[in-house]
């Protein structure tokens, strides 16, 4: 990486971290001990901080060096086919989870297909909530000793306080789309 690019992205860096601790250009200024025209031209990449200035800014800036020098990881935000993970039972019922990595975020959405009479496994009490929205054909969510019946077209929403398992009552396969939080996979 050349020098001009170093500067521009430390440049970057420091902006982006004086503007989410709302101070002026002014402000980091008289915190550092700097001018107003060199905190300009810094975030401009126009200058090369000494190691020493460049510390004092990130430690006023509430930051450390390996968090401001940390590499930015371009995050997914389009998921297709390809990433998806797809698992199959033994009665042909699928699961495709539609975002693979989602025990890092707060939600796991995936796609069930149900095939007909047939039930997913019982799941315990546990912290969180699930949503669903179903595609086609129609499904059953059992939740605590209550029977929900649900068609193409609607949805269900529950907190997971009590057992809680969905069938497939029909005659042909269901799909619908199952969120819950936090993810479990």
Known sequence: MEQE?????IGRKV?????RNGLTQQELADRTE?????ISQLERGQVSPSVV???DLIECLGSTPAE???QDEKEQVVFRPDDYFVKKDEAGNERTWLVPPAQ????EPLLVTIQPKSTLEEDKPHAGEEFGYVISGRINVYFGD???????????YYRTTRDHRISNPGSREAKF???STPPEF
Not at 5 to 9: G, P, S, T
Not at 146 to 156: A, D, L, M, P
Request: charged share 30%.
């Open 146 to 156: 209550r029977v929900y019946h649900v068609k193409s077209g609607e949805s269900f």
């Open 177 to 179: 789309i199952w969120i």
């Open 53 to 55: 200035t460049l510390m």
């Open 34 to 38: 700097l001018t107003k025209g060199f």
């Open 15 to 19: 902006k982006d971290l004086r503007n």
């Open 5 to 9: 690019q170093v500067n521009r992205e």
């Open 104 to 107: 890092k975020f707060e939600m």
């Open 68 to 70: 401001f020098f940390k």
